[in-house]
């Protein structure tokens, strides 16, 4: 049978294996409790991150950049359906929500830059700190040992700017953490760095 491990929770005879030369996972054969199980085993990045070295790490300009493209094409496609049931249908009233649609974008694209030097998240000893807002800020702690799932999302423009989202989820969605705009490599090396502390700290090690 075929069984895919809890990223945080490792097997207890599972080996993990990495090809040098090109950083690769490769897929082991192993038994554990009567059982044989296929393993794909993920690659690593080259290193990981320290903690409680009291650094904020910022996410990446590229981020800006895609959503200056995404919010664009949406502008673009509320004015091409304003013209449309305007101009064609003759229903001027449509102009009035479209105005205040693209007023509140544009404000929103003004501060943009602004807000992302507002997202940054520090490795504290014991836990994560993520931070976000301008006016209205947000700061939450996840600690290490609550981490159920560390995910890595990105959609097709994300992966032509070469970033990615990563996700943590803990038992209490409340203090459930998405940072965005991480380089596709810093999205790797956070994602190792809590993968290991938090099996550490769930060992009780």
């Known amino acids: 049978m075929t069984n895919s491990p809890d990223p945080l929770t490792p097997a207890s005879d599972s080996l993990t294996t990495t090809d040098p030369a090109t950083g690769a996972g490769t897929t082991v054969e192993t038994t554990l409790d009567g059982g044989t199980y296929d393993a794909v085993l993920e690659p690593r990045s080259a290193h990981r991150l320290p903690l409680g070295d009291g650094v904020w790490h910022q996410i990446s300009r590229r981020y800006v950049t895609v959503q200056l493209i995404s919010t664009g094409a949406f502008l673009a496609l509320v004015l091409a359906v304003a013209i449309v049931v305007g101009a064609v249908l003759g229903q001027v009233w449509v102009w009035i929500p479209t105005g205040i649609v693209m007023l509140i974008t544009l404000w929103t694209l003004a501060i943009l830059p602004r807000q992302a030097r507002a997202y940054g998240y520090q490795l504290r000893d014991d836990d994560l700190v993520f931070r976000r807002g301008i006016l209205w800020q947000r700061m939450v702690a996840v600690p290490y040992g609550r981490m159920q799932l560390v995910d890595i999302t990105h ?49 009780g090690l």
Not at 167 to 175: E, I, M, S
């Open 155 to 203: 959609g097709p423009l994300d992966r032509g700017f070469g970033i990615a989202q990563l996700k943590l989820v803990t038992a209490a969605a409340a203090t459930g953490v998405t940072i965005p705009g991480l380089s596709q490599e810093a999205a790797e090396q956070l994602r190792d760095t809590l993968i290991a502390v938090a099996e550490t700290r769930r060992t």
